[in-house]
């Protein structure tokens, strides 16, 4: 998938980047101006995105005792991601319907497999096994300077979660395991400056989609 099994005229949008970057702002413009165009959309979000999926996301970001190990953290990943395209993406693809992904699985990629250490052929593996493989059709990655989103994210006054709360070091490598994911496939991912007003980002968002808006 998901060009195999959906409906024509189905796509699959991921946001990917790192915190405060604007991925859930985008991803809802991106969704006012895709059903403008008289698409319909489902918006939804990793960890998460289905009740079971919620569930596990809850253990995630506040673990319940001592921290996940770096291989159960994956897995649980892997895990709320099967239950949410089983449930919600793969049933609204085959609908037809456009699906706007705020993270999948290219932030296990990011997260887990680069700055957590455990490699990208072990994230792709559970991956494959979870969720058939499922890729979206593109990857939008909101890129931006460090110090600009850090101001964004202290801005937005939310409590951080137990991943927001790691090192710089980790969040330094989770960008540039991002950027060397976005390098290795020019095609499916479109690099996106996150920095400027939300509108102008949105435009530059709409631009890397002309191929799939025409
Ligand atoms: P969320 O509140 O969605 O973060 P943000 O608002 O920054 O997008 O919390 C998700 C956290 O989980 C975030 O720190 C990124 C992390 N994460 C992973 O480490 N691996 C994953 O596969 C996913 C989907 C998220």
């Not at 499922?134 to 101001?151: F, H, K, M, N, S």
């Not at 991002?178 to 631009?207: K, M, N, Q, S």
Request: hydrophobic share 45%; with cysteine; charged share 25%.
């Amino acid at each position: 998938m998901s060009g195999a099994d959906s409906k024509g005229g189905a796509r699959f949008i991921a946001f990917e980047g790192g915190e405060g970057a604007g991925k859930s702002t985008q991803a809802r413009l991106l969704a006012e101006a895709l059903r403008a165009r008289g698409h319909t959309v489902v918006v939804t979000r990793e960890p998460g995105g289905t009740p079971g999926a919620e569930a596990i996301r809850a253990l995630l970001l506040a673990p319940p005792g001592a921290p996940w190990p770096p291989q159960a953290e994956a897995l649980l990943f892997a895990a709320a991601r099967a239950d949410h395209v089983a449930h919600l993406i793969r049933p609204a693809l085959a609908r037809g319907d456009w699906v706007i992904c705020d993270r999948f699985v290219d932030s296990s990629r990011a997260y887990q497999g680069g700055a957590g250490g455990l490699g990208d052929d072990a994230i792709t593996a559970l991956h494959a096994f979870g969720s058939g493989g499922l890729r979206p059709d593109r990857v939008i990655l909101l890129e931006g300077d460090e110090a600009a989103l850090a101001g964004r994210l202290a801005a937005r006054g939310k409590a951080a979660d137990a991943i927001e709360r790691r090192s710089a070091d980790y969040h330094r490598a989770v960008a540039a395991a991002f950027r060397t994911l976005a390098e290795a496939d020019p095609h499916g991912f479109a690099r996106i400056d996150a920095l400027g007003a939300p509108e102008d980002v949105h435009a530059r968002i709409l631009a890397a989609l002309g191929d799939m808006l025409a």
